[in-house]
């Protein structure tokens, strides 16, 4: 089954503990991306790749890391999280960026809580 | 900076009753808009992609339109289980990025 696997699904942590969120596709797609989700402000992309080890900033990077050493993952790392970062996070992929089609393949999310 | 606004931010309609919910945006230049559904605790599902005003896409009870301004999702005789978040969004091909509204949440009550 195509899919986009992301882990933890929940994930409650403390302030300044470093965390990563995992997030793997099976589609064998070339553009990956992360978004955060809030309430009122919609979905803001964070972080995306075009391919392996090509990454970019997106509209919120302040206080996340990604790496893309494989084409089916994408981790999404925070290494001092804060309370600001309290969020719904998903994983999407496509084959390169669908710019055209807006076609995204979105993981189920994981809901992060920092204290 | 590429603007979509959704509206209303939640409605609630009765089995069988339609409506329609609306997307408006401001961009430098559409290069598509795009609907996705959105199920509690799920990810967003990608609907349909329109390219230029006059444009029309059908899905089931769902219609989706085009105009130069605007985006009109109508649901037709909705079910329950059209209950969900309907998203819309725009292409920033300069950040390989989608820019979303804050979407509109339906209710289908039986």
């Known amino acids: 089954e195509a899919q986009v696997t992301q882990n933890p699904r929940y994930l409650i942590t403390v302030t300044g503990k470093k965390l990563t969120v995992t997030c793997s596709q099976n589609?064998?797609?070339?553009?990956m991306s992360w978004y955060r989700q809030d309430p009122g402000l919609g979905l803001r992309q964070i972080y995306y790749?075009?391919?392996?080890?090509?990454?970019d900033k997106g509209d919120v990077p302040e206080g996340y890391k990604v790496s893309r050493k494989e084409k089916r993952n994408f981790p999404l790392i925070l290494e001092s999280p804060s309370p600001n970062q309290t969020s719904l996070y998903f994983c999407a992929s496509s084959p390169l960026f669908r710019g055209l089609t807006g076609e995204l393949f979105f993981g189920e999310g994981s809901r992060l809580t920092v204290l | 900076e590429d603007q979509v606004t959704q509206s209303p931010e939640a409605l609630r309609l009765q089995e069988g009753e339609s409506s329609s919910l609306n997307c408006s945006y401001t961009?430098?230049?559409?290069?598509?808009l795009f609907w996705y559904r959105q199920d509690p605790g799920k990810g967003p599902e990608f609907l349909f992609t329109?390219?230029?005003a006059g444009e029309e896409k059908e899905k089931e009870r769902l219609k989706a339109t085009l105009t130069k301004k605007e985006s009109f999702l109508h649901i037709t005789a909705p079910k329950p289980e059209d209950s969900a978040t309907y998203l819309c969004a725009v292409p920033d091909t300069g950040r390989r990025a989608l820019t979303f509204g804050s979407g509109t949440r339906l209710q289908v009550q039986p």
């Open positions: 790749s075009m391919n392996v080890e090509v990454t």
């Open positions: 329109l390219y230029s």
């Open positions: 961009v430098s230049g559409l290069r598509g």
């Open positions: 589609m064998n797609h070339e553009y």
